[in-house]
């Protein structure tokens, strides 16, 4: 199988010179869900999973691949035994849900990735849920596009455009249905051999609907409109890398009830580059943007040249990954102490054998 067509590259062939020896061969996670692999190789498409040392050695789960990752493995008895992970390009990822401060990789060497928002009438679309996707997205190392879906149901869509052009400089936006065909022909052309593209957004807004309107003909299982709240219903329960027809690839992922953040206040810099050029003339270079003297923000907010509904979401983002990282410092000296613990005792089995 020509690995070239999954996206294998002159990056991803250097990394993984890194680590070549006998027996290892380069392949690519297509399916995961709950660290159950499917990875596609040059002599086909195998059951994977990691190798002992690999999960004595991983630390945090992101650690572990996931959709779109490369990796070394060894073939078993049908098995490709996933004994590395090759270096990542790019990756897209959340603080995982509940209190414990980890990362989720959702996919990985990702080089697009459509944020998807529906204007059916629902929760799906909000000022601060493009913000904060598009935080991700641009931290992400991939190239963001936002998608506004569902445009046959929004009588007033272009006005979300405007909207949207406002929050996300720069990006590509784009109209899309798959009732009345609008905006479809235009994400086709995004999709080019090799090149690996994802979709990601709130349940519901349709995104499998969309792949299987890119691709032509039904591939992912889609559901219909819930009457109580007009949201889309939840359909995708896995993450997979499709290929499709003219050679591109598309990763499709479940919907997400929420996206906190992960990162540090740099992370804030693209999706807010409004606010961080105004601060450029600040009076102190460590402006809090609240009360100093000589504040520029404030100035800026003041005269009506800074919305105050974006000004106090990138505070309350600022706040929410400057805690976070207070806490990914504590929890990172405890997991080392456990891996080195944990690691100790392997090498102890090791040597009993």
């Excluded at 159950?36 to 691949?65: C, L, R, W």
């Excluded at 899309?176 to 349940?203: A, D, H, Q, W």
């Excluded at 800074?306 to 990954?321: P, S």
Aim: aromatic content about 10%; hydrophobic content about 35%.
């Amino acid at each position: 199988m020509n690995l070239d067509k999954w996206g294998w590259n002159r990056y991803f062939k250097e990394k993984f010179a890194l680590n070549v020896y006998e027996g290892i061969v380069p392949g690519r996670i297509i399916k995961e869900s709950k660290h159950i692999y499917q990875v596609v190789t040059e002599t086909g498409s195998y059951k994977g999973q990691v190798s002992g040392h690999f999960m004595y050695t991983a630390v945090n789960s992101s650690d572990y691949p996931t959709v779109g990752d490369w990796v070394a493995v060894e073939i078993k008895d049908d098995t490709a035994v996933i004994n590395k992970l090759i270096e990542r390009r790019s990756s897209f990822s959340r603080k995982q849900a509940g209190i414990e401060a980890s990362e989720q990789i959702i996919a990985a060497n990702v080089d697009m990735i459509f944020l998807v928002f529906s204007l059916e009438g629902g929760r799906n679309y909000s000022s601060g849920a493009v913000e904060r996707f598009l935080t991700r997205a641009w931290d992400s190392g991939a190239t963001p596009v936002i998608i506004l879906n569902k445009s046959d149901l929004c009588s007033d869509s272009e006005d979300f455009v405007y909207q949207t052009e406002a929050l996300a400089p720069g990006v590509y936006i784009h109209l899309t249905s798959t009732v009345t065909g609008e905006g479809i022909e235009e994400l086709k052309n995004y999709i080019r051999p090799g090149m690996t593209l994802m979709f990601t957004g709130f349940s519901g807004v349709g995104k499998s609907t969309l792949i299987n309107a890119l691709y032509g003909e039904e591939l992912m299982r889609t559901g219909g409109i819930r009457e109580s709240d007009q949201k889309g219903k939840h359909t995708t329960t896995h993450k997979e890398l499709l290929l499709m027809k003219n050679g591109g690839l598309l990763i499709d992922t479940p919907g997400l009830k929420e996206l906190q953040l992960w990162g540090s206040e740099d992370s804030l810099g693209d999706s807010f580059e409004d606010i961080r050029s105004i601060s450029e003339d600040c009076r102190f270079t460590d402006c809090s943007h609240s009360g100093e003297p000589g504040c520029a923000v404030q100035q800026a907010l003041a005269d009506g040249e800074l919305d105050y509904r974006r000004y106090q979401n990138y505070l309350d983002m600022k706040k929410e990954l400057k805690y976070l990282d207070s806490k990914v410092s504590a929890k990172a000296n405890l997991d080392k102490k456990a891996k080195g613990k944990q690691l100790a005792k392997y090498i102890k089995q090791i040597k009993k054998r």
